[in-house]
């Protein structure tokens, strides 16, 4: 029979049929093989016995969180408390695009900035948008519900930017713990502890601790520059061109011609120099 793990708990993995759910265990074999079953995971097991045969191809799969085949990422971004992070948007926004994951900007936290303050940052959220990024508000649910349709969601950003509690709006029954954000550190508790496959507005959604692995480590530096949407609306002479230190360059021209936003260039750079490792 084929299912869907929605969730993992100990050695418990549980395949969802339809409305039925299975706790199933995985064979030995996964183990010898070094087999990691993932929260998402298509896979065909037996009912009598409650096991796990086989997981089917996914389409992507994250290791910090374990899940698997997701359609589109909610990148939950705060204004304040925490404070908003370009930086931290932008790198969730490359690993998106690495692992062909739809991303969506969803904005938090409005009515703690000042107006002049969000004057600003209207403008950098229009930048986002003109390059192809949707970007919504949490308290616009309409558009999330129609977002959610048909697709696997995750939830995620930075900890205490309001990931379960916009769940718990989109479904109150859950009562999903949040949790404060430090006033010292500046940052939020991680209360999401399993990661869970929940069925929502005629899609499905996980609820994560949200994505700790956010280098790139295995990428080459050309894949994380293709990963930066309005480069390719500036063509350099070669193709092999990073940007960076090269003659005649459209991506730096248009950046000092403001065609492009600094602080994602600046980024960029960042992106590809912070690991040794790359072979790009």
Sequence with gaps: MRGQIVK???????????????????????????????????????????VIEEILPRKNEFLRPKVS???????????????FSL?????????????????????????????DEFRKIE??????????YTVIYNNELDKIKQLLKGKTSVFTGQT??????????LNPNWKLETGEVSSALGRGRHTTRVVTLYELFG???????????LDFKGYTKKEIRDCFLEFRKFPCP???????????????????????????????????EEDDSYDG
Excluded at 25 to 45: A, H, N, Q, T, Y
Excluded at 69 to 83: E, G, M, R, W, Y
Excluded at 103 to 110: A, E, L, Q
């Design 69 to 83: 085949n997701i359609d589109q990422a909610f990148l939950i971004t705060s204004l304040k408390v925490p404070d």
């Design 160 to 169: 205490g930017a309001g990931k379960s509690t916009l769940l718990n709006l």
């Design 123 to 132: 403008e950098i959220l229009a930048y986002y948008q003109k390059i192809g």
């Design 8 to 50: 993992i708990h100990s050695d418990l993995h549980y395949v969802q049929v339809e409305k039925d759910t299975y706790p199933c265990k995985c064979r030995g074999v996964f183990r010898k093989k070094k087999i990691l079953p993932l929260v998402g995971d298509f896979v065909e097991f037996n009912k009598e016995k409650l």
């Design 203 to 213: 899609g499905k959604v996980m609820d994560t601790p949200g994505f700790s692995a």
């Design 238 to 272: 070669f193709a092999d061109c990073l940007h960076t230190r090269e003659v005649e360059c459209g991506v730096k021209d248009a950046v000092i011609n403001n065609n492009i936003m600094k602080s994602r260039y600046l980024n960029y750079l960042n992106f590809i």
């Design 87 to 115: 930086h931290l948007l932008d790198k969730l926004l490359v690993l998106m695009e690495l692992h062909s994951v739809k991303p969506i900007i969803c904005i938090t936290k409005r009515d703690l900035v000042r107006d």
